[in-house]
């Protein structure tokens, strides 16, 4: 994954930057891990929302980190973005700014995946809290030109910015635009990104709640199956 070698992924054969991958869950980090064994770079698990992200941005760059990949799950905003949909946008967005992401790093991804994956560039939206009902998704979508929706990406490329280091997204799709999450679904998720087994009491008080727990996970396990085979295919383009 360095935008000056060439290697859409990285080589042991080759001299590359020094790669920090940061998710906001360590169900998400798990994944890189499992999938590259000794060729991985260094792994950071955030915790969510956009000040978390931002500290452990900065401590991937005190750690030497020359180029920052956000990786994990991402909403749907648009009707392009299904469950499971790969999202490499050219830009990420917050109500703070604006950030492009690395031309040359995204090309090359894009290029590693493009002929297994359903890929789209459209910008995405770092929001200050989980959006859970379609209409919240619509209005946000009409407010920002976004097409997907995470809370960190935006901090963590101004972090990049600041330092001028490469930055690139890479998020895949779970739930969609029209898709309602429980009104709790925070609570499902510890401040470092663990998931928070005590937080599913609170679902069970509500049919309704409890159905749309079901159809979440059934979607995030789609994506994180995807997440899965998107770091197959980038592992194998670099052999």
């Not at 940061?22 to 980090?29: K, Q, S």
């Not at 992401?101 to 989980?130: C, G, N």
Request: with cysteine; hydrophobic share 45%; aromatic share 4%.
């Amino acid at each position: 994954m360095d935008s000056s070698t060439g290697d859409p992924v990285w080589r042991k054969d080759s001299p590359t930057k020094r790669i920090a991958i940061i998710a906001a869950l360590e169900l998400e980090a798990k994944i890189p891990k499992q999938v590259c064994g000794a060729q991985c770079p260094i792994v950071y698990v955030s915790g969510p929302g956009s000040e978390r992200a931002r500290l452990i941005a900065e401590r991937a760059v005190a750690d030497g980190a020359e180029a920052i990949l956000s990786w994990g799950l991402a909403g749907g905003l648009s009707e392009l973005a299904l469950t499971g949909t790969v999202v490499l946008p050219e830009t990420v967005i917050s109500d703070a700014g604006q950030w492009t992401t690395d031309s040359v790093w995204r090309e090359r991804l894009a290029a590693a995946l493009a002929d297994h994956f359903s890929l789209i560039d459209q910008p995405l939206f770092s929001a200050k809290h989980v959006l859970t009902t379609p209409q919240e998704k619509s209005a946000t979508a009409r407010a920002s030109g976004a097409s997907t929706v995470d809370m960190e990406s935006a901090a963590i490329a101004n972090v990049a910015s600041d330092n001028g280091i490469a930055f690139v997204a890479l998020r895949v799709v779970a739930d969609g635009a029209y898709d309602e999450l429980p009104d709790n679904v925070e609570t499902l998720v510890t401040a470092d990104g663990r998931t928070r087994f005590r937080g599913l009491l609170g679902m069970l008080t509500s049919l309704h709640r409890f159905r749309l727990l079901l159809a979440l996970a059934r979607h995030s396990q789609a994506a994180r199956r995807q997440l899965v085979a998107i770091m197959r295919e980038l592992v194998r383009s670099a052999q």
